[in-house]
Nanobody, 121 residues
């Protein structure tokens, strides 16, 4: 009943840019915290960035100054603008969204399937 879909991944050269998007849809009254994790083969999943419903955000130290998270509450969409990309940013990027379900006081955290970002020359 809640669907999380990412888009925008791809192959980019070191120093390049990409913008990821993630839309939450379904039986949703409102979206609360949203954000991005990433995971590369053989590594632990890492929180990249989080944005609260009031716009407050936080970032992993490794991406501060290069990545910017933003959101459009009306569209229940979160974005991740990535610049100055490095090979170590290569990973599958997963979006999550904590949403309030219509007609209930319940919240639910949904996850997307992931989008591959590869930084390589």
């Amino acid at each position: 009943q809640v669907r999380i879909v990412e888009s925008g991944g791809g192959l980019v050269q070191p120093g390049g840019s990409l913008k990821l998007s993630c839309v939450a849809s379904g039986n949703i009254a409102s979206a609360h915290g949203m954000g991005w994790y990433r995971q590369d083969a053989g590594k632990q999943r890492e929180l990249v960035a989080h944005i609260a419903d009031d716009g407050a955000s936080n970032y992993a130290d490794s991406v501060k100054g290069r990545f910017t998270i933003s959101r459009d509450n009306a569209k229940k969409t979160v974005y991740l603008q990535m610049i100055s990309l490095k090979p170590e940013d290569t990973a599958v990027y997963f979006c999550y969204a904590t949403v309030k379900l219509i007609g209930t006081q319940l919240t639910y955290t949904g996850w997307g399937q992931g989008t591959q970002v590869t930084v390589s020359s």
